[in-house]
């Protein structure tokens, strides 16, 4: 189910020889031929064509920028594109390559090819003088671009495209890249940088299943149906258990926030816990993972307006990299305890939901007055963390699409992170970082705490008093129930779903399924 249709494999053959739709071949701007030998292989391969035509379209192999040529049939592969590498010295940092393998990767789906061949950077080791990043982690970009950006979701289409009505387009079988095989030198670390592949493509299957969990319809994807999923998941994978407890069993252990949460709608809530121990030895860390999982978030009573509720259904896109995140565990293999928690429900209007003035009991047995419905997922999260936290991990993560706010100061490019300990914030940005999901850190100030922990007859005030600084609020409501536990807070509203440009991973207007690539990192570096 959230196999990924595309294979990709990591070649060191002679790829001038090697069969492909589509050979890419990455080219470095002003140096054009004079330093690609690959480069001008094909040239030859091609009787001198392509110095000719890379002249008549005075291409300058700016980043990004790329030119097709077709072989007629004087070669193995059907057409070369070159793709700009942009300045060879401005070339540092793995998101630029994530962003030239993006650009080559959609004109490849664009142009219908079924097999393609890669080699971008001329991973070999003569090309350590011309990208400074190690072969391994740039193959691990690669693959990670190749098998997310072209991400399509068109289960619900009873015809796949409306717009083919001609002749030859009716006739057309293309259902996307079949099969891309990366080219490398055989006198790398072979071993290592397959290794890197392999992570890269479990990384994916786990970002694609987070995906489809997001873009589902909120009448599909319930509280039961990512209980239902994360059973599927969790019976497949050695040392992975896991437990959902429904409301009777949540009423027991005293949730009476996610409880008045979920209380107006007709969809019975469902915590689920997963919990990971390493399949032999003995766990570095115990690391707990808590993601926000309302299935539709209609604000309420405090009811959204028709556009703000629109997309209301990504409101679980951190439950769903939790959950992306749990269906790869195996294949990661961390070193780790992991305990993963969501405390799944919707937040609806009814006679008997939640109202502003309301006063809830939490778990933790602290008080909370509610002043506005829709800043629900804090309310979930009370219970959510704390529960996480009874576990006894060394420290805790949560992922949440929380504020809008957030969206208002990172936009959709980078999500905001928030900490009680500067270490694990620390591990935390770098790991996100290097995994290409930006973060960004904002100051949780003392200033600001009061806001939301002084209700007017309650220990706390779910909205805030303030009306500044939203997604500290939100961030300061949810720190107040991880007691001494170090923690992080990473608030995806903007991430989540990208709505006004692509990403290098994520078309826009779909869902990105963000977080799972980050935590893959971060894992793998608490358990080294
Ligand atoms: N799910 C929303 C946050 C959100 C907003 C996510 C936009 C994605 C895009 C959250 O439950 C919410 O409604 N937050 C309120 C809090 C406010 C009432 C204090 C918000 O941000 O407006
Ligand atoms: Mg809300
Ligand atoms: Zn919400």
Redesign the pocket.
């Known amino acids: 189910m959230n196999k990924n249709t595309t294979k990709f494999s990591v070649i060191t053959k002679n790829i001038i020889e090697e069969k492909a739709d589509l050979l890419i071949v990455g080219i470095y701007e002003n140096k054009k031929l004079e330093l690609s030998p690959l480069v001008k292989a094909i040239d030859e391969k091609l009787n001198g064509n392509l110095t000719v035509y890379i002249e008549e379209e005075k291409f300058e192999a700016k980043i990004s920028t790329s030119l097709v040529l077709s072989s007629l049939g004087k070669a193995n592969f059907k057409k070369v594109l070159l793709i700009g590498l942009g300045k060879q010295q401005e070339l540092k940092d793995l998101d630029q390559i994530r962003k030239i393998t993006a650009s080559a990767i959609r004109k490849a789906d664009s142009l219908k090819a079924e097999t393609v061949n890669i080699s971008l950077f001329g991973l070999d080791s003569a090309s350590k003088e011309t990208v400074n990043l190690n072969a391994p982690q740039i193959a691990r970009s690669i693959a990670e671009v190749s098998l997310l950006a072209n991400y399509k979701f068109e289960k619900y289409l009873t015809t796949k495209d409306k717009n083919k009505d001609s002749e030859t387009d009716q006739n057309d079988k293309f259902t996307g890249i079949q099969k891309i095989n990366l080219f490398v030198g055989a006198e790398l670390n072979e071993a290592e940088l397959k290794k890197q592949v392999e992570i890269a493509i479990a990384s994916t299957e786990g970002v694609l299943l987070a995906r489809e969990l997001i873009i589902e319809p909120p009448n599909i994807a319930t509280p039961t149906y990512l209980a239902e999923t994360a059973k599927r998941i969790a019976k497949d994978q050695k040392g992975l258990t896991l437990k959902v407890l429904g409301k009777a069993e949540c009423e027991k252990l005293g949730m009476g926030a996610f409880l008045a949460v979920a209380r107006g709608s007709v969809e019975e809530p469902k915590l689920i816990h997963f919990h990971y121990k390493p399949i032999s030895g003995k766990a570095k860390k115990h690391i707990a993972i808590v993601g926000k999982g309302?299935t539709f978030?209609s604000?309420g009573l405090?009811l959204?307006p028709a556009k703000?509720m629109e997309?209301?259904k990504?409101?679980m896109a951190g439950a769903a990299s939790v959950i992306g995140l749990m269906s790869i565990i195996s294949k990661i293999e961390p070193q780790l305890e992991i305990t993963a928690v969501i405390a799944a429900c919707e937040n609806m209007p009814s006679g008997d939901a939640y109202r502003p003035g309301d006063i809830l009991t939490s778990m933790s047995g602290k008080t909370m007055e509610i002043n506005?419905t829709?800043?629900?997922?804090r309310v979930t999260l009370a219970d959510s963390v704390f529960y996480a936290c009874e576990q006894k991990p060394d420290q805790i993560i949560d992922i949440a699409?929380?504020?809008?706010?957030i969206?208002v100061s990172l936009g959709e490019t980078a999500a905001g992170l928030m900490s009680n300990n500067p270490e694990l914030a620390e591990e935390v940005k770098k790991a996100f970082n290097l995994a290409g999901e930006k973060v960004w850190e904002l100051p949780l100030y003392e200033d600001y705490e009061s806001s939301v922990t002084k209700g007017t007859i309650a220990d706390m005030l779910n909205?805030?008093s303030g009306g500044q600084a939203?997604s500290q609020?939100?961030a300061l409501f949810v720190k107040q129930f991880v007691g001494k536990t170090p923690w992080v807070h990473l608030d995806i509203?903007g991430t989540?779903w990208p709505e006004k440009k692509d990403t290098c991973f994520t078309p826009k207007n779909n869902p990105a399924g963000y977080g799972v690539l980050g935590f893959v990192r971060h894992l793998e570096n608490l358990s080294s």
């Open positions: 309302i978030d604000g405090s959204k703000a997309k209301m990504y409101d506005n829709d800043a629900e997922g699409t929380l504020t809008g706010a969206v909205a805030g939203g609020n939100g509203a989540c």
